[in-house]
C-alpha cells in the first residue's frame, strides 16, 4: 500500500487484537515501508522490505503497477520469512492471491484473506479469484452482502466464508480526540460544522457532496464550515469547483494523521460515497458520538444505517434528497440526535479488537 488507505490500520488493529488477546506470536511484513511509523509497537514483530512508500505516487495507474510489481518481487522475500518463522496462518489484506499460490509448497499454511473494500469483479479479478481465492481456507469480509456476492460470483464453498469486521476501534481513539486543533483551523469551529473524511478519489463522490452543500447553502438560512479531510489525485479539481463557486466556507485541509480532533468536534459527519465496505471512519464517527448522513451506496452504508434509526441515508446520485437530509437533521432536537448515536453503537461493536480475536478463533480453532 502507497496511500494511506484503511487497510493499514485495518492489518495494525488485527495485529494488536492478536497480540492482547491470544498466545499467538505476530509478525507484520512491511513490503514498501506502509508500517513503519508503527514500528515502535510492542509485542509485533515487523518484517521490512523496501522502504519506498513515500517516494513514489500514492494514488493512480502507477501506483497500482508498483504495488503489484514490488509484491512480486517480494515472493522469495515472503518464501524465506516462511521458513524462517514457521507460522501456522498467514492474514492478507490485499494482493491476497500471493500466500495462496505458495499453498503449494507450504502444506500446513492456514491462508485467511480478509477482503478489505467492495470487491469489483473484472473479467481478469474474476479469473484471478476463481484460480486463487477458491483455494483460499478462510475468507473474511465485513458485510453479508459482500459475502453473498462472493458466494454467488466466485462460488467459492459457503462454509470458507465469515462476516468477521475490521478491528478499527481502540480506546486510543477518545484519547486522540481529545487534542487541541492547530491554532491556524480554530476559526472554522466557531460555526456549525459539517465534516467528510476519505481520499480524493473517484469512489468518494465529493463532488455530489460539494454540489449538496452549494445548493443547502443558497436554500437555507445555516451559518456554517464544511470541511473535507483527505489527499488524492482529485485535490485540484474540487479546490478549483470551490474556487469557481465561491465557497468560501469549503474547506480542503489535506490527509490529517490524527482525523478524529476534527470528527469529535463537528456536528454531522457525511460520507457521499459510491461504494463502501463498510467505510472505517464512518465507524469512527459513531465511536465519537458524532451523527451520520450517509448515501445508501453498497455495501457497507446500506446494509448497517437503518434511515432515522442509527443515522441518516439519503438516495445516492439525488442531490435533491442529499438536501432534504441535511435539513432533516437540523430538525431534530438534541434527545433525537443523540438517541441516533446511541443506536449506532450496537455497530460499533462489532468493530473492536477484542470482537475480532473472539470471532476469528471461533472459526480457525
Known amino acids: 500500500?502507497?496511500?494511506?488507505?484503511?487497510?493499514?490500520?485495518?492489518?495494525?488493529?488485527?495485529?494488536?487484537?492478536?497480540?492482547?488477546?491470544?498466545?499467538?506470536?505476530?509478525?507484520?511484513?512491511?513490503?514498501?515501508?506502509?508500517?513503519?511509523?508503527?514500528?515502535?509497537?510492542?509485542?509485533?514483530?515487523?518484517?521490512?522490505?523496501?522502504?519506498?512508500?513515500?517516494?513514489?505516487?500514492?494514488?493512480?495507474?502507477?501506483?497500482?503497477?508498483?504495488?503489484?510489481?514490488?509484491?512480486?518481487?517480494?515472493?522469495?522475500?515472503?518464501?524465506?520469512?516462511?521458513?524462517?518463522?514457521?507460522?501456522?496462518?498467514?492474514?492478507?489484506?490485499?494482493?491476497?492471491?500471493?500466500?495462496?499460490?505458495?499453498?503449494?509448497?507450504?502444506?500446513?499454511?492456514?491462508?485467511?484473506?480478509?477482503?478489505?473494500?467492495?470487491?469489483?469483479?473484472?473479467?481478469?479479478?474474476?479469473?484471478?479469484?476463481?484460480?486463487?481465492?477458491?483455494?483460499?481456507?478462510?475468507?473474511?469480509?465485513?458485510?453479508?452482502?459482500t459475502k453473498q456476492m462472493i458466494e454467488d460470483k466466485i462460488e467459492i464453498d459457503k462454509k470458507k466464508i465469515f462476516v468477521i469486521e475490521n478491528p478499527v476501534i481502540s480506546r486510543n481513539i477518545k484519547n486522540l480526540a481529545l487534542e487541541s486543533i492547530d491554532l491556524n483551523e480554530q476559526f472554522i469551529f466557531k460555526k456549525k460544522v459539517y465534516c467528510a473524511v476519505g481520499r480524493l478519489t473517484f469512489q468518494k463522490n465529493f463532488f455530489e457532496l460539494l454540489e449538496g452543500f452549494k445548493r443547502y447553502s443558497q436554500e437555507a438560512e445555516d451559518d456554517f464550515n464544511l470541511i473535507i479531510l483527505g489527499e488524492g489525485e482529485l485535490k485540484n479539481t474540487l479546490a478549483h469547483y470551490i474556487k469557481k463557486n465561491n465557497l468560501d466556507n469549503f474547506y480542503l485541509l489535506g490527509f490529517k494523521s490524527n482525523p478524529y480532533k476534527y470528527l469529535q468536534r463537528s456536528d454531522l459527519y457525511i460520507s457521499t460515497s459510491l461504494w463502501e465496505e463498510p467505510g472505517h471512519t464512518l465507524i469512527e464517527a459513531g465511536y465519537l458520538n458524532v451523527p451520520i448522513l450517509t448515501s445508501n451506496c453498497p455495501n457497507g452504508p446500506h446494509e448497517i444505517i437503518i434511515d432515522g434509526y442509527n443515522g441518516l441515508k439519503y438516495q445516492l446520485g439525488s442531490i435533491s434528497d442529499l438536501v432534504d437530509k441535511i435539513k432533516i437533521f437540523n430538525t431534530l432536537d438534541v434527545k433525537s440526535k443523540k438517541n441516533m448515536t446511541i443506536n449506532f453503537k450496537k455497530i460499533v461493536a462489532n468493530y473492536t479488537q477484542f470482537r475480532f480475536c473472539k470471532k476469528l478463533f471461533k472459526i480457525i480453532v
Open 1 to 145: 500500500m502507497l496511500s494511506n488507505v484503511g487497510t493499514i490500520n485495518a492489518i495494525i488493529g488485527m495485529a494488536k487484537s492478536l497480540s492482547e488477546y491470544s498466545n499467538s506470536k505476530i509478525y507484520v511484513l512491511d513490503i514498501l515501508g506502509e508500517f513503519k511509523k508503527f514500528h515502535h509497537l510492542s509485542n509485533i514483530t515487523f518484517l521490512p522490505f523496501i522502504n519506498i512508500n513515500n517516494i513514489f505516487p500514492k494514488t493512480g495507474k502507477l501506483s497500482k503497477f508498483l504495488i503489484i510489481s514490488v509484491s512480486i518481487l517480494a515472493i522469495p522475500f515472503l518464501i524465506r520469512k516462511l521458513i524462517i518463522y514457521k507460522p501456522k496462518y498467514i492474514i492478507t489484506g490485499l494482493v491476497g492471491f500471493i500466500p495462496i499460490l505458495l499453498k503449494f509448497f507450504f502444506k500446513h499454511l492456514v491462508v485467511i484473506n480478509s477482503i478489505q473494500g467492495y470487491p469489483k469483479f473484472n473479467i481478469f479479478r474474476k479469473l484471478i479469484w476463481k484460480f486463487f481465492y477458491k483455494k483460499t481456507d478462510y475468507l473474511l469480509t465485513m458485510t453479508n452482502k
